[in-house]
C-alpha cells in the first residue's frame, strides 16, 4: 500500500548544521506514528518539512506517491495539516473561536458551514457556546481543540502534531490524545506525532521512528521499538525515562559538526573502538553495527 505521507532522503541544512541528514519515514492510511527524540535532533524541522513550511536541501516529501509540488502547497495543505505546540501562540487573539476555525475554509474557498462540525468534532459541544469566544476566554485545552478544529475544517488526510500537548497540564493530556485516537478510528485520519515523551508514543501510536541528530535511528512497530529496543540510544531513553539508569552523559552533538562514524558513539554506552569509524546505514529497522546479525536478519 502507498504510504500516505513520506519523506525520501530528506536532507534539510541551515548553513554548515544539518538539521535532518538523510531521513526516509512513512505515514500509512488510518496509523498514527511517533516521531521520539531529544530537543535539538530535527524533528521539528522535519515535521515542517512534511507540510511544505520548510523546503528540503535534498530529497523529497510524497503525498500519496506523488512528490510535493510546491507552487501548488495551497492545494497540499488542505489534506496535509500542522498542529503547533503552543495552541495559545497559534491563535489570534482578536479573532473568535468562528473566525479562527474559519479562516482556513475561507482560505481555500470552501463555506464556513464547517465550522459547528469542526468544533463539535473536536469536541467542544455545544459548539455554538464557543463561537463567540476569545482565546483568552478558554483553558489550554479548550485552546489546542480549537487549533485541532482549525484544521478539522479542512478535511485533511493527515496531522502533523508537533509536541499537541507538551503545554497542557497532565489531566487535558490524557483528553487530548483520546480525541487524536478517537480522530483515527472514526475518520480514518493519518497522523506524525513528535514528542520527546515515550509514554504518549506507548500510548498513542501504531508505530515509532526514533530520531537522533538529524537521522532515524530506529524504527517498527511500539512493541518493537519500546518493548524490544536494539539500538543504545532507544535503550538509554526507555531506561532513563523508567527511573533504571542515569540519564545519556552530555548533549548531543553540535549538528554543524557531525562526529565521523557512528553519530551516537560519543555517548555510547556500548561504544567500541569501531564505533568512531563505522557509519551504520539502517539494516531492518535499526542503525547500529552492534545490534546482532540474528536481529536484523
Not at 33 to 39: I, M, R, T
Not at 118 to 126: D, E, H, I, K, S
Not at 167 to 179: C, F, P, Q, T
Not at 212 to 226: M, P
Request: hydrophobic share 40%.
Amino acid at each position: 500500500m502507498t504510504p500516505v505521507l513520506e519523506a525520501r532522503g530528506l536532507e534539510i541544512a541551515f548553513g554548515r548544521a544539518r538539521a535532518v541528514d538523510g531521513v526516509d519515514i512513512e505515514v500509512r492510511q488510518g496509523e498514527i506514528v511517533a516521531l521520539v527524540g531529544e530537543s535539538g535532533c530535527g524533528k521539528s524541522s522535519l515535521a515542517r518539512a512534511l507540510v511544505g513550511l520548510v523546503r528540503p536541501t535534498r530529497g523529497e516529501v510524497r503525498y500519496r506517491g506523488a512528490p510535493l509540488d510546491y507552487r501548488r502547497l495551497k492545494e497540499y495543505r488542505r489534506h496535509v495539516q500542522l498542529i503547533l505546540q503552543d495552541p495559545g501562540g497559534a491563535l489570534n487573539p482578536r479573532q473568535t473561536v468562528r473566525a479562527a476555525v474559519a479562516e482556513g475554509p475561507r482560505l481555500h474557498g470552501l463555506k464556513d458551514d464547517r465550522v459547528t462540525s469542526a468544533l463539535a468534532r473536536a469536541g467542544l459541544r455545544p459548539p455554538e457556546d464557543y463561537l463567540g469566544r476569545y482565546p483568552h476566554e478558554l483553558s489550554g485545552g479548550q485552546q489546542q481543540r480549537v487549533v485541532i478544529a482549525g484544521a478539522l475544517a479542512l478535511e485533511p488526510s493527515v496531522i502533523v502534531a508537533d509536541e499537541p500537548v507538551a503545554s497542557l497540564d497532565a489531566s487535558v493530556r490524557g483528553e487530548i490524545l483520546k480525541l487524536i485516537l478517537g480522530l483515527r478510528d472514526e475518520l480514518g485520519m493519518s497522523a506524525l506525532v513528535v514528542t520527546h515523551d515515550l509514554g504518549l508514543a506507548w500510548n498513542i501510536a501504531d508505530r515509532v521512528a526514533v530520531m537522533y541528530l538529524g537521522r532515524i535511528v530506529e524504527s517498527g512497530t511500539v512493541e518493537e521499538v519500546l518493548i524490544r529496543p536494539r539500538h543504545p540510544y532507544t535503550r538509554a531513553m526507555l531506561a532513563a525515562a523508567s527511573g533504571t539508569a542515569t540519564p545519556l552523559q552530555g548533549e548531543p552533538p553540535d549538528p554543524a559538526r557531525i562526529p565521523a562514524g557512528c553519530r551516537f558513539h560519543p555517548r555510547c554506552p556500548s561504544r567500541t573502538d569501531e564505533c568512531g569509524t563505522i557509519d551504520p546505514p539502517v539494516l531492518a529497522g535499526v542503525a547500529c553495527h552492534l545490534t546482532p546479525l540474528e536481529e536484523i536478519s
